[in-house]
């Protein structure tokens, strides 16, 4: 089993900045892709960011420009640096990681963008 720990949301006023950090432990050998996705209320979840253990990274459109995912393979932690927020990035983050055919999930961790 692999369990993902996340941290650093909060409440940030519209421009502000944000980083989230996922730390992963238990059975981590193997974990090749982690990143990040979202829900707000209302809406189906989504991919945000996501990064391979070789540091190949992908962010989505709507992200682009603003949002940074970074990993740091010794401390088994995935970032994501979020900055020049919107209140539509306002949504519940959910940190993932992939080993082999499995996806496992963080508990996820509320980000509210509002004044």
């Known amino acids: 089993q692999v369990q993902l720990a996340e941290s650093g949301g909060g409440l940030v006023q519209p421009g502000g900045s944000l980083r989230l950090s996922c730390a992963a432990s238990g059975s981590i050998f193997s974990i090749n892709v982690m990143g990040w996705y979202r829900q707000a209320p209302g809406k189906e979840r989504e991919l945000v960011a996501g990064i391979t253990s070789g540091g190949t990274a992908y962010v989505a459109d709507s992200a682009k420009g603003r949002f940074t995912i970074s990993r740091d393979n010794a401390k088994n932690t995935v970032y994501l640096q979020m900055n020049s927020l919107k209140p539509e990035d306002t949504a519940v983050y959910y940190c993932?990681?992939?080993?082999?055919?499995?996806?496992?999930w963080g508990q996820g961790t509320q980000v509210t963008v509002s004044s």
């Open positions: 993932y990681g992939d080993r082999a055919s499995r996806r496992f």
